[in-house]
C-alpha cells in the first residue's frame, strides 16, 4: 500500500513538473545579447557571405582613415603584385632607414631580408613604418621615388 501510494506521489509530482515545464514562456532564443564594448571611435561587423550588418556603431559618420600613407603603399604593391613585376616570396633588404622608422613598427631588423608577404601583413596588420619605407625602398629605390609614384 506505502509503494503504491509512493508510485502515485512521483506520477502526480512528474504531472506537475511537466506542467511547470510546459507553460514557461520560451524567450531563450529572443533574448539579445548586449553590444560589445569596442575600443574605436566607430565600428561596422558584416556578415562576409550576405553583407547584412550584424552590429555596428557610428556606421553612418565620415572619418578620415587613420594611416592613408599605408592604405597607399598597400595599394601600389598590391598592383605591383598584379603587373607582376614584384612576387610574395621576394626577399626584401631592410635598410638602416627602414629599421629605424619612428612610431608603429612591424620590429625588422637592419641587415636582414624579409618575405614581401611578411611586410604587405606588417603594412596592413600592425600598420608597420619600417616595413613601409622597407616596400618603397624595394619597389621604387627611394622614399622619395615611391612617393612620386604616389
Do not use: H
Not at 91 to 116: C, D, H, N, Y
Request: proline share 5%.
Amino acid at each position: 500500500m506505502i509503494r503504491k501510494f509512493a508510485f502515485r506521489s512521483m506520477m502526480f509530482r512528474l504531472f506537475l513538473l511537466s506542467i511547470c515545464i510546459t507553460s514557461l514562456p520560451v524567450q531563450a532564443a529572443k533574448i539579445t545579447p548586449a553590444p560589445p564594448q569596442v575600443a574605436a571611435r566607430a565600428y561596422i561587423v558584416m556578415d562576409a557571405d550576405t553583407g547584412k550588418v550584424i552590429m555596428a556603431s557610428r556606421e553612418g559618420e565620415r572619418f578620415p582613415p587613420a594611416s592613408l600613407t599605408k592604405m597607399m603603399t598597400s595599394y601600389i604593391l598590391e598592383g605591383e603584385l598584379t603587373k607582376g613585376n614584384v612576387s610574395k616570396n621576394d626577399l626584401v633588404p631592410v635598410s638602416v632607414k627602414a629599421w629605424r622608422a619612428p612610431g608603429s613598427r612591424m620590429f625588422i631588423k637592419e641587415g636582414t631580408q624579409v618575405l614581401l608577404s611578411d611586410l604587405l601583413k606588417g603594412i596592413i596588420i600592425q600598420s608597420g613604418n619600417d616595413a613601409s619605407v622597407a616596400v618603397a625602398e624595394y619597389i621604387a629605390g627611394s622614399e622619395a621615388a615611391f612617393a612620386d609614384m604616389m
